[in-house]
């Protein structure tokens, strides 16, 4: 995502602690010892993090830039967090003239390099029009979905549908399996008809030639099944195939399969 902000022209700094700050440093960014320093050389400044608690970390911790931004800048979470989360970081910052957004993207490790990310927004709509070239730099299908949470409550949405989905993908091709039928000819047939998805044509693949390289790992999937869990019983939605499907995660990443793709699901069932 950074290498694509620096070939569409943006002056981006990266935080040396990054484990890209080499390769952004060698593509033209300019690397900043401490996250204070960061912001000061800015008017936009991005998190692309794993969770809530180190989105948090970044702006009330130690080295936390909440007092540090000033009015008229603008900060956007990319990570995938909680909407609650979002919601308070921005209302933490308008405290202070900060417009806060929060764009989760879908896509994918191949989404990121091809810069052709699903990015969903929060936030307020004058915010989103200045951030939109910069967004346009990594993705294209861009959305400014609402209000302060939005964008996060429509990733926790992305998240659970594909979770969903790579578990009836799973089930299906370990039934045809077992029952010795051709997975290719199948896939291709499937394709074809009403279940044709995304998750069949790309992960059905996977499935069939066994590679489980990760795009998007699997304890983090079921981490933002845990984040979908914790919205649903905060909104009183009882989110019953999500919880199936973040127990059966959670039983993959204990076998000690965290670090592969999503897709890798389908080892558990095979068990």
């Known amino acids: 995502m950074v290498l694509n902000l620096l070939k569409a022209g943006f002056k981006v700094s990266v935080l040396e602690k990054s484990a890209a700050a080499n390769e952004a440093k060698l593509a033209g960014a300019k690397i900043c010892a401490s996250p204070k320093v ?19 970390a970044v702006l009330y911790g130690e080295e936390g830039i909440i007092h540090q931004l000033k009015k008229g800048q603008i900060f956007i979470d990319m990570s995938t967090i909680s909407p609650m989360t979002a919601k308070k970081i921005h209302s933490d910052l308008a405290k202070n003239g900060v417009d806060a957004l929060d764009a989760p993207v879908s896509g994918g490790q191949v989404g990121a390099e091809a810069a052709t990310l699903s990015i969903m927004v929060g936030g307020a709509s004058e915010a989103f029009n200045q951030a939109l070239p910069i967004f346009q730099a990594m993705g294209k299908n861009i959305v400014h979905i609402g209000e302060a949470g939005a964008g996060q409550m ?13 578990q009836a993908v799973s089930e299906a091709f370990t039934l045809a399996n077992q029952a010795g039928v051709d997975l290719e000819k199948m896939r291709e047939v499937l394709l074809g008809g009403f279940a044709q998805s995304r998750i069949l044509d790309l992960h059905g693949q996977r499935i069939i030639d066994r590679n489980f390289k990760p795009g998007f790992k699997i304890k983090l999937h079921n981490k933002d099944l845990n984040i979908a869990l914790e919205t649903g019983k905060a909104l009183n939605v009882d ?33």
Do not use: F, W, Y
């Open 154 to 166: 429509t990733k926790a949405c992305n998240q659970m549908i594909v979770g969903m989905t790579i």
């Open 38 to 56: 960061l912001v000061q050389t800015v008017d936009l400044i991005m998190t692309m993090l794993p969770d809530s608690p180190e989105v948090e």
């Open 239 to 271: 989110l019953m195939g999500t919880a199936q499907v973040a127990r059966q995660m959670t039983k993959a990443v204990d076998m000690g399969n965290g670090e592969m793709d999503h897709s890798s699901l389908v080892l558990l069932l095979e068990k």
